[in-house]
């Protein structure tokens, strides 16, 4: 089914984003101060998690709905 692909889709986009956002807080703090780019922003981070979360429920639901409707539909046939 069209909407179960496209939500099993985005479980494993979430899932992906989530998994950067964690790897890059848990990334060892370089003290050299040549290296700038190499500091991460917690702010920065726990959005990226927040909306990888968001990200997650909201396709999530649209499973259990998909799920729901072919529930009702077997029912409506059988």
């Known amino acids: 089914m069209v909407?179960?692909?496209?939500?099993l889709e985005g479980l494993g986009r979430a899932q992906a984003?989530?998994?950067r956002a964690a790897g890059r807080i848990a990334q060892p703090i370089?003290?050299?101060p040549?290296?700038?780019q190499d500091h991460v922003?917690?702010?920065d981070e726990m959005v990226?998690?927040?909306t990888a979360r968001n990200d997650y429920e909201a396709?999530?639901?649209s499973v259990q709905t998909t799920d729901k409707m072919q529930k009702t539909l077997l029912d409506l046939l059988g």
């Not at 909407?3 to 939500?7: F, I, Q, R, T």
């Open 3 to 7: 909407g179960l692909d496209s939500a």
């Open 17 to 19: 984003s989530f998994d």
């Open 30 to 32: 370089s003290l050299a």
């Open 34 to 36: 040549e290296n700038p």
């Open 41 to 43: 922003s917690l702010s």
């Open 48 to 50: 990226a998690l927040m």
């Open 59 to 61: 396709n999530l639901r």
